[in-house]
């Protein structure tokens, strides 16, 4: 996706740098990259379903306070490794890159479209060491029944997640694995709120949102916006 081929009010979101000796990527290049922790960086850039472009925006600050959450909280003795699947602009996705890549891990990308077939790979490969899913993802895992003894850590992000669910997960991981919860607000794409989750404590109904990340307030409020 050429960026500039784009219609001019996209083109004014759209921030891009390639590295030095990529000129072949066929992708129009721009020197001025964000200089400000208040510009935005583009996200995800997709079509929604009238066929129009519509991008996920953060700002550099936002950006940097989770990979620095990411790299306090998530990098393990060894580098993430972390599957992509399905659209690589996919808030999964995107997330998953900006954890990984960001913190000097690695991304595997599986091209299947079939839940299965990729849960097949990833367990007969066992390279990957943290599954960043949504909800919906992590029930299809619990009924897929496989142990996941390779798996030190599970990022989830979507829908509350009932105990019972995380806690059947984490029997199917590596003993000493982690399952923290991302909660996500509208039109941002990385976790604002995480809690990690222990199912050794006594816990309600669902996993708790958690608390906000370093560097960010929360504001709980009503339909009035009080």
Same mark, same amino acid.
């Given at each position: 996706? !050429?960026?500039?081929?784009?219609?001019?009010?996209?083109?004014?979101?759209?921030?891009?740098?390639?590295?030095?000796?990529?000129?072949?990527?066929? *992708? =129009?290049?721009?020197? %001025?990259?964000?200089?400000?922790?208040?510009?935005?960086?583009?996200?995800?850039?997709?079509?929604?379903?009238?066929?129009?472009?519509?991008?996920?925006?953060?700002?550099?600050?936002?950006?940097?306070?989770?990979? =620095?959450?990411?790299?306090?909280?998530?990098?393990?003795?060894?580098?993430?490794?972390?599957?992509?699947?399905?659209?690589?602009?996919?808030?999964?996705?995107?997330?998953?890159?900006?954890?990984?890549?960001?913190?000097?891990?690695?991304?595997?990308?599986?091209?299947?479209?079939?839940? =299965?077939?990729?849960?097949?790979?990833?367990?007969?490969?066992?390279?990957?060491?943290?599954?960043?899913?949504?909800?919906?993802?992590?029930?299809?895992?619990?009924?897929?029944?496989?142990?996941?003894?390779?798996?030190?850590?599970?990022?989830?992000?979507?829908?509350?997640?009932?105990?019972?669910?995380?806690?059947?997960?984490?029997?199917?991981?590596?003993?000493?694995?982690?399952?923290?919860?991302?909660?996500?607000?509208?039109?941002?794409?990385?976790? *604002?709120?995480?809690?990690?989750?222990?199912? !050794?404590?006594? !816990?309600?109904?669902? *996993?708790?949102?958690?608390?906000?990340?370093?560097?960010?307030?929360?504001?709980?409020?009503?339909?009035?916006? %009080?």
């Amino acid at each position: 996706l !050429n960026p500039y081929d784009l219609k001019p009010e996209a083109q004014q979101i759209v921030h891009l740098r390639l590295p030095a000796g990529k000129e072949d990527c066929n *992708v =129009s290049r721009k020197e %001025n990259w964000v200089t400000s922790s208040s510009e935005p960086v583009v996200m995800s850039l997709s079509k929604n379903h009238q066929g129009k472009y519509t991008a996920t925006k953060v700002n550099q600050k936002g950006l940097l306070q989770y990979v =620095s959450f990411a790299k306090r909280e998530y990098v393990l003795s060894e580098s993430l490794c972390i599957p992509a699947y399905g659209a690589i602009d996919s808030d999964m996705n995107m997330t998953a890159l900006v954890a990984a890549l960001f913190t000097g891990g690695q991304v595997r990308i599986y091209q299947t479209k079939s839940i =299965s077939k990729m849960l097949e790979l990833i367990i007969d490969e066992k390279m990957v060491n943290t599954m960043k899913v949504s909800t919906e993802l992590l029930c299809n895992i619990g009924s897929y029944g496989k142990q996941f003894s390779f798996i030190r850590q599970w990022i989830v992000s979507g829908s509350m997640i009932p105990t019972k669910l995380a806690t059947y997960i984490l029997d199917l991981s590596k003993e000493e694995s982690k399952l923290w919860y991302e909660y996500v607000p509208d039109s941002i794409n990385f976790g *604002v709120l995480i809690h990690r989750f222990d199912k !050794n404590q006594k !816990n309600g109904s669902y *996993v708790p949102v958690g608390k906000p990340i370093d560097g960010l307030k929360v504001y709980v409020i009503d339909h009035d916006k %009080n």
